[in-house]
């Protein structure tokens, strides 16, 4: 009998969970879309399946359910892991690294490839050996041997 009254207890706290929280499942998967996994690095939390991931996908229900803002969650996370924890890093001095970093080696690879290909239209042709210019000549002339 009191099995029976503690499934029904579970179910009601289950259904009054989800209820009392419209859309959290939404905004839970929205911000967990936005920050990276620690583990993986080169997925969200969103898609990552690591446990770290897990975790933080818990703490980031866990704090919702309590009414923390998507800002002060996001600032939770970034204060423990860096801004690196988000996709989309604030435009500021400790990040001007992962904003910059992909246009100053762009701007640096183009710089090189000018010097190269300047060097290469500067360097005058080396002279042709006595050999090569009597085949060029039957070349020229038509004779082919």
Do not use: K
């Not at 924890?85 to 992962?98: A, E, G, H, I, N």
């Amino acid at each position: 009998m009191t099995h029976r009254w503690l499934m029904l207890l579970a179910l009601l706290a289950v259904l009054r969970l989800a209820h009392a929280a419209p859309g959290l499942e939404e905004r839970e998967f929205a911000l967990a879309a936005r920050l990276r996994c620690m583990v993986c690095q080169n997925q969200t939390l969103a898609e990552s399946n690591a446990p770290l991931a897990l975790d933080m996908r818990r703490q980031i229900r866990e704090q919702l359910t309590r009414g923390n803002s998507e800002a002060q969650i996001r600032d939770y996370f970034e204060e423990r892991y860096g801004a690196f924890v988000r996709y989309d890093p604030p435009f500021r001095p400790s990040t001007w690294l992962l904003w910059l970093g992909p246009f100053a080696l762009l701007m640096l690879g183009l710089v090189l490839l000018a010097r190269i290909v300047r060097r290469r239209q500067c360097a005058a042709p080396p002279p042709l050996t006595p050999a090569e210019r009597s085949h060029a000549q039957a070349l020229l002339e038509g004779d082919e041997t």
